[in-house]
Every structure is written in C-alpha cells, then in structure tokens.
C-alpha cells in the first residue's frame, strides 16, 4: 500500500521562508511523477509545482514561479518543496501526491492524475 505523508508546515512572517517535505513508503518514488497542491478555504485546488519521474524536468503554478523549489531525491523516496518570499495569499493545506507512470507536463498540473495524496500539512503566512 502507497502511503503519502507531508510535514513541516507552520507559522511563519510574510517575506519568510518554509520548506517542506513528502515521504512515500509502499513504493519508489522513480516510478511516479511527484506533485504539490495547496487548497485555501473556500477555494479550488491549486497546482503549485511538480517534478517529472524522468529526466529531472520540474515545472511551477505561476504565482509560485521563481519563488517555491520542488526537488526529490529518488533514493531516499522523498520529495521537497523550498518555499521563499512567502506571501499572505500562500497560506493554504498543501498537498503532496504521487502519479503513477510517465506523465507530460500538463498532466502533472492537473489533479485527477495524481492517484496517491497526503493527508496535507498547514502553511500560514502571517505577521
């Protein structure tokens, strides 16, 4: 069984930085393109980056672009997510999924291919 977990959400200043991590157990991560979403309240899931299972391609939502970092690190099964200039309108659960077999770009950004999720973990952006 693929389980997901994330951690290392919190409270943290506008202009701060947060970075959070996704572990999977049950499976290898090289087999699956990784993904984080984060969903406000009263909001729609939103994509906000993710990372191909091949060839090191990663792409970005464009109100996270030049700000968040996704990387992984197949060996050890994890997947990150560096969060900087951290903004109010960031604050949101963030998701980290797992989509099994090789998937293009647009399908990466598009939740109903992800078959594995998290159980989210909070960021506040706050002063």
């Known amino acids: 069984q693929v389980q997901v977990v994330e951690s290392g959400g919190g409270l943290v200043q506008p202009g701060g930085s947060l970075r959070l991590s996704c572990a999977t157990s049950?499976?290898?991560?090289?087999?699956?393109?990784m993904g984080w979403f984060r969903q406000a309240p009263g909001k729609d899931r939103e994509f906000v980056a993710a990372?191909?299972?091949?060839?090191?391609?990663?792409y970005y939502g464009t109100r996270v672009k030049g700000r968040f970092t996704v990387s992984r690190d197949n060996a050890k099964n994890t997947v990150a997510l560096q969060m900087n200039s951290l903004e109010p309108e960031d604050t949101a659960v963030y998701y980290c999924?797992?989509?099994?077999?090789?998937?293009?770009?647009?399908?990466?950004?598009?939740?109903?291919?992800?078959?594995?999720w998290g159980q989210g973990t909070q960021v506040t952006v706050s002063s």
């Open positions: 990372s191909r299972r091949t060839g090191g391609m990663t």
């Open positions: 999924a797992a989509a099994p077999g090789h998937k293009i770009a647009s399908s990466l950004m598009n939740p109903s291919e992800y078959e594995y």
């Open positions: 049950g499976t290898t991560i090289s087999s699956f393109g």
